[in-house]
């Protein structure tokens, strides 16, 4: 999300400057031609499914661990230097190239400042099993995922026009392409032509429900899903929220303000990464953001308590933060409380996107603020998908409900991680932790793997 901060301008000096000190994780690359032209002739059907001109630009594959295997393959989809996606599969394998027949696959959609593999799969520096998508992968699902267009952006890029009509919309029918490239690569590999699961990470799950509201009105033979699972998200607050309804129709108005004028582009990945970098190389340093404060504490800071970073706006709940933290005598943030190394999380920061589109976020506050005219949110009532919203305490939790109550759907499954009493929320289990905390494969990783299991 936007923050209207003075740190912008200084880290992006700050950035600049430790952008040769950061290496990319090596990957290792193969090209078996046989397993490349069933990718090849996925695409090509994929393509004519979704309405979406595409092309196959590379493939990769690297072991994970065992005989779990990602596959990663670029997709050209424009003419634009930018117009390309990623699509990932991790499986596990019955010999090199030959994945093993999965009954049940499911597709991952990132959020803001996030990359698949930052958010669900193989971070650099750390254990490449260590993943929700590694996690599943070993119980036998089929996991596949998608790099959205602004994850190619380049930390150095400078003009974001390219950026002006990428939107819900588009990212949405790039979604479309990879569900159906999964679906056609899944058939000719042995897996069937079965509809898939979709999961979706807060900005995911946004494009999750606008998928299903689509999809919904569709003949049933034309559909891919097979159910959904929003992940701490709020799509359409309760009446009784009107008043962060109203927060989000300021957000939009603020969002939009910006947009007419020129900026079609958000930095807060950027951003993160510069904290990141401050804290990693010096992290008893006087922060150039937060007065008083060392780099690790500002850091700690935006992890913690990143709803005071909203403003002047108001942030998306009350108490919205990424990660759960813990303060010291004098309430400084001094660490996390579910992720014991601090190094994790500022390897995932500086591996992540730096720019994202600007257009997905006014939609989504368009939509959230329930005020605003937007295709999104017509038919929720038309999705009859079994569904499992998975929320966090401390991040949009209980306020995600809502949006599964609106839905058509005879099977819903609510967990909310919850793990302090109410009145402590700002300390509770955050946003980000579905994902990064150190406990996440209990408290959140087998519940869903539990409940693919009975669909």
């Known amino acids: ?11 992006v000096f700050i950035l600049t400057l430790a952008l040769g000190l950061v290496t990319a994780q090596a990957k290792t690359t193969d090209s078996k031609t046989p397993a490349v032209d069933v990718m090849t002739q996925a695409i090509g059907s994929a393509a004519k499914e979704a309405d979406n001109s595409s092309s196959l630009a590379t493939v990769t594959r690297k072991q994970i661990n065992d005989n779990i295997y990602e596959y990663t393959m670029v997709i050209k989809v424009g003419k634009g230097q930018y117009d390309k996606i990623g699509i990932h599969r991790i499986v596990k394998e019955e010999s090199p190239w030959v994945p093993i ?17 930052t ?10 099993s260590d993943s929700l998508s590694a996690f599943l992968a070993q119980k036998g699902v089929d996991v596949w995922g998608i790099d959205l267009r602004w994850t190619f952006v380049p930390d150095t890029a400078t003009d974001f026009t390219f950026m002006k009509k990428w ?45 299903a509201n689509n999809e919904s009105q569709l003949p049933e033979p034309a559909r891919d899903l097979r159910g959904i699972i929003p992940m701490d998200m709020v799509y359409k607050f309760s009446p009784a929220d009107s008043l962060l309804a109203q927060a989000a129709l300021e957000r939009y108005q603020a969002y939009k303000s910006l947009y007419d004028s020129g900026t079609y582009v958000n930095n807060d990945g950027q951003n993160l990464k510069g904290l990141a970098w401050l804290t990693a190389s010096d992290p008893d340093g006087i922060s150039p953001i937060i007065p008083g404060f060392t780099n690790k504490q500002a850091a700690l800071s935006v992890l913690t308590a990143t709803y005071a970073t909203y403003q002047p706006l108001q942030p998306i709940t009350p108490f919205y933060h990424y990660l759960a933290g813990t303060f010291d ?40 603020s329930g005020a605003v005219e937007v295709p999104y949110d017509d038919h929720l009532a038309d999705i009859k998908l079994p569904v499992l919203y998975v929320g966090a305490a401390g991040g949009m939790g209980e306020y995600g409900v809502y949006t599964t109550t609106l839905l058509g759907s ?11 009493p109410a009145e402590a929320k700002a300390l509770d289990y955050g946003h980000a932790d579905l994902i990064w905390a150190d406990n996440a494969e209990e408290l959140v990783w087998e519940p869903i793997y539990d409940w693919l299991e009975l669909r």
Do not use: W
């Open 167 to 211: 939107d819900t919309k588009l990212h949405v029918k790039d979604i479309k392409l990879a569900v159906k490239f999964a679906r056609a690569v899944r058939a000719l590999t042995g897996s069937g032509h079965g509809k898939i699961f979709m999961l979706g990470h807060s900005r995911g799950a946004q494009f999750l429900y606008a998928y």
């Open 410 to 420: 005879s099977d819903v499954t609510v967990q909310v991680v919850t793990l302090l």
């Open 119 to 128: 958010a669900f799969g193989t971070i650099p520096g750390q254990p490449a």
């Open 329 to 368: 005598e004098n309430g400084l943030p001094d660490g996390l409380q579910y992720v014991e190394q601090m190094d994790k999380i500022l390897e995932i920061a500086l591996a992540s996107p730096s720019f994202q589109s600007m257009g997905e976020i006014i939609d989504g506050e368009a939509i959230i």
């Open 1 to 11: 999300m936007l923050r209207k901060t003075v740190m912008s301008m200084v880290l």
């Open 101 to 117: 027949a999965a009954e049940k696959a499911v597709m991952m959609i990132h959020g803001d400042s996030c990359n698949f593999n």
